[in-house]
């Protein structure tokens, strides 16, 4: 994991990577190589009291030239 404070606007930078967003400063503030990496910023206990969309969030940031995948 590699901790970063860059804006949502340059995550193309990250294409292939996971990376962990935060809501209320709309920055990037981790990216790792497997979402394991990273998934002690964005998990929390049951007990915390933090509201819904005010928690980090992870994804994986896809290349340029991949579209969407569907399964029906």
Known sequence: M???NVSTNKMSQFA???VV???LKNKIIAVGNELSDI???VTRLATDPRE???VPAAFK???ANEG???IL
């Open 61 to 63: 940031v896809p290349y």
């Open 68 to 70: 969407p995948h569907y």
């Open 21 to 23: 967003v935060d809501p």
């Open 39 to 41: 998934d002690a910023l």
């Open 52 to 54: 819904p969309g005010t």
């Open 2 to 4: 590699k901790k970063v």
């Open 16 to 18: 292939g990577k996971w």
